[in-house]
C-alpha cells in the first residue's frame, strides 16, 4: 500500500541521525505497514536557504528529494521502528517519509 507519515523520534534526541541508527515512525498495522517494508525519507526545499535559516522549510515550489531509506523492523497498531539503512543526508524528527507500493 501506499503511506506517507514522518518520523516522530530517535533514540538520540537533538541529534542528526546517519545510517544504521533506529527511528520512530508514525505509521504502523492500521495503516498497512508491515514488517520488512521500507520508506524513503524525503525532503523539498533549497538546502542553501534552509542554512541560512532557523527551522525547517517544507518549499512546495521545489519536488520531493529522497535523502535517506528506512527499513521497518517492527510495527505496533500506530507506530512503526526502522532502521536507517542508507542516508544521503540526515534525518531528523519531523522528516517526511513515504512508503509506496511494489518498491
Not at 32 to 50: C, I, K, S
Not at 58 to 87: I, K, M
Request: charged share 30%; glycine share 12%.
Amino acid at each position: 500500500v501506499n503511506v506517507s507519515g514522518h518520523i516522530v523520534g530517535t533514540l538520540r534526541q537533538g541529534q542528526s541521525i546517519g545510517t544504521e541508527e533506529l527511528v520512530f515512525l508514525d505509521r504502523g498495522s492500521k495503516q498497512g505497514v508491515a514488517v520488512g517494508n521500507r520508506f524513503l525519507v524525503m525532503r523539498r526545499g533549497d538546502g542553501y536557504n534552509q542554512l541560512l535559516q532557523l527551522g525547517e522549510r517544507d518549499d512546495a515550489t521545489f519536488p520531493r528529494e529522497t535523502v535517506a531509506e528506512v527499513s521497518v523492523l517492527d510495527v505496533r497498531e500506530e507506530t512503526s521502528v526502522g532502521l536507517v539503512t542508507r542516508a544521503a543526508k540526515e534525518v531528523r524528527n519531523g522528516d517526511y517519509v513515504r512508503m509506496r507500493r511494489g518498491y
